[in-house]
């Protein structure tokens, strides 16, 4: 066997580029994400402008500068996985959400978070798939069943950021705790759904596989929110029995992040839930685990986790707006336009139906148990809500890449 050096060389250098080309697109990246926190703290006053619309808008604008300088070849710095979404992004975001939580007012809302969360997701989903089904087939839109199921799992899932942006937490206690609790377990319920719908053989659809589905799906939410309230519990002994403080706030921290993205992995490793597991967690972490820590590692646990969550959903904003203007969706929109505006009309026109489906009777049937007026959900209530969740955000995008493979 003879050896090439030239060839070698050749790979080598091949080899060399690409790695050059890496460190220069994460530099960029990370450059971008320092201007959107920059001019996102400038605009902070401005009614129009929020932490998400920033990156979304410096993601369009650096997407054009792409284009331009590649020839419209391409408009993104980095290729999206679905793994960097699950694995690294999500998990901060998700368990943040759970550790930062009001308490008194999500347990004393929960019913009706569950209600919204769980049964109104599933309630969309259905309404999403069958009318999907009904609408999308007389276009010729050739999808298996199984493929207009995932597309009801993936609608399904909201993205209440925005208007979490708008709302504030001591003026509007209620209507927030119900916006941002429904946002998380909605979250968690789609993929829920999504992957139920994935371990499933669709081609033949009867009473036994729909049974199956629920069956299913009753068992991933009920062993993920157990999980993730085991993990937090375990954290809370081990902390308190061997007292890390007194050495190191270091390694109190540290056993903290760990567990918590020990307890998602865990989840993922037995296809159950992850962001349902890490949101328990995170809500068991702050309420037993955080009490047993000292001073310093409370400060530093509550700004550590704000900051991660914070940073990551900034890189999925920014990359966002740059997959906004992917040369390859736009060729295939523009080849043909008129089916692509078809679809697009009747999946928004589903997704505001299936939103107002649960929304105004779950409404109804929560203020039936509620005594106190306070507790009750008006009709102004009723609509914030329900627009609140016409956003699909980042848990959509990582699903419809997860069911494409592209």
């Known amino acids: 066997m003879g050896f090439d050096l030239g060839t070698t060389l050749q790979k080598m250098n091949i080899l060399s580029n690409t790695d050059n080309a890496s460190v220069v697109a994460i530099n960029l990246f990370v450059a971008l994400l320092c201007a959107c926190i920059i001019i996102g703290h400038l605009l902070e006053g401005n009614r129009w402008m929020n932490e998400s619309i920033t990156p979304l808008i410096l993601g369009v604008c650096t997407g054009v500068v792409i284009l331009l300088i590649s020839g419209g070849k391409k408009s993104r710095l980095l290729i999206f996985s679905e793994d960097l979404f699950f694995i690294y992004l999500l998990p901060p975001i998700i368990f943040n959400a759970g550790f930062q939580v009001k308490k008194k007012q999500f347990f004393r809302n929960f019913s009706t978070i569950m209600l919204f969360g769980a049964l109104g997701t599933l309630i969309s989903f259905v309404v999403i798939s069958l009318g999907a089904i009904g609408l999308l087939r007389p276009m010729d839109i050739d999808l298996e069943i199984g493929d207009y199921l995932a597309l009801g799992a993936i609608f399904a899932a909201t993205d209440s950021v925005c208007t979490l942006q708008v709302l504030n937490q001591d003026e509007t206690p209620l209507l927030y705790s119900l916006v941002f609790g429904e946002g998380v377990v909605n979250d968690a319920t789609s993929v829920v759904l999504f992957n139920a719908v994935q371990n499933f053989d669709l081609t033949q659809l009867n009473t036994t596989v729909a049974l199956g589905l629920v069956g299913n799906f009753l068992y991933l939410f009920i062993t993920s929110t157990i999980l993730g309230v085991v993990a937090g519990l375990l954290s809370a002994y081990v902390i308190k029995k061997l007292y890390f403080g007194r050495h190191s706030t270091d390694r109190e921290v540290a056993i903290m992040m760990l567990l918590a993205y020990l307890s998602y992995m865990l989840s993922e490793l037995f296809n159950l839930s992850a962001i349902l597991t890490v949101f328990f967690c995170g809500i068991v972490m702050s309420h037993y685990t955080w ?79 509620k005594k106190s007026p306070y507790e009750k959900i008006d009709f102004k209530k009723q609509i914030t809500i329900w627009w609140a969740g016409l956003m699909r955000g980042a848990v959509s995008m990582a699903l419809a890449y997860k069911q494409v493979k592209y």
């Open 291 to 369: 009490h047993n820590v000292t001073e310093k590692s409370r400060i530093t646990t509550k700004h550590t986790f704000a900051t991660l969550s914070f940073v990551a959903e900034i890189f999925i904003f920014l990359y966002v707006g740059m997959d906004a203007l992917d040369i390859e969706k736009w060729r295939f929109v523009s080849s043909s336009p008129q089916t692509s505006i078809s679809v697009s009309g009747v999946l928004l026109g589903l997704v505001l139906v299936g939103r107002a489906a649960f929304v105004f009777p779950l409404s109804f049937l929560s203020n039936l148990t």
